[in-house]
């Protein structure tokens, strides 16, 4: 299972009934938190409130390092 917190948040979101890979713009929205339809089956893809909750906190994590000696 810790394997699974090594992975990029958003690298691999699927479909949960055909399992084709989400990507481009439908990835993005998504991520935000709105549902979206598969391209490939029509199945509506939701993310937990939760996912997106980590995706939106880890989004910006180490970008704006301010280091002063």
Not at 12 to 40: F, K, T
Not at 49 to 54: A, D, G, L, P, T
């Amino acid at each position: 299972m810790a394997e699974l917190a090594r992975i990029e948040l958003g690298q691999r979101i699927a479909c949960p009934s055909c399992q084709r890979v989400v990507e481009g713009d439908n990835l993005e929205r998504v991520l935000e938190g709105e549902v979206v339809r598969c391209e490939r089956c029509g199945e509506r893809i939701k993310l937990p409130r939760e996912v997106v909750e980590r995706y939106q906190r880890s989004k910006y994590v180490g970008t704006n390092l301010d280091i002063t000696c």
